[in-house]
């Protein structure tokens, strides 16, 4: 069984891929647009993940105050 969620998320980095290429070429619009386009790849991405937790059996679910997470690792932005 697909995720409907996960084939939008593939079909949006399809689409991402000629103003990545653009902005790699020096393309400042492409490069605004690219950046955009992650975002809300990453947002996608981030459904996705909410779905297969969810698919899990409640292991999704927020942890408690104070819980480590396995989200834990810090991230560059």
Not at 19 to 26: C, F, I, N, S, Y
Request: aromatic share 2%.
């Amino acid at each position: 069984m697909a995720l409907p969620e996960f084939e939008q998320l593939k079909q949006m980095v399809l689409e991402s891929e000629d103003d990545v290429a653009k902005a790699v070429g020096g393309n400042k619009a492409a490069g605004t647009r690219a950046r955009k386009k992650m975002q809300d790849i990453k947002s996608a991405a981030q459904e996705v993940r909410k779905k297969i937790l969810e698919g899990r059996g409640g292991e999704g679910e927020a942890p408690a105050a104070g819980g480590a997470s396995d989200d834990a690792a810090p991230t560059a932005d």
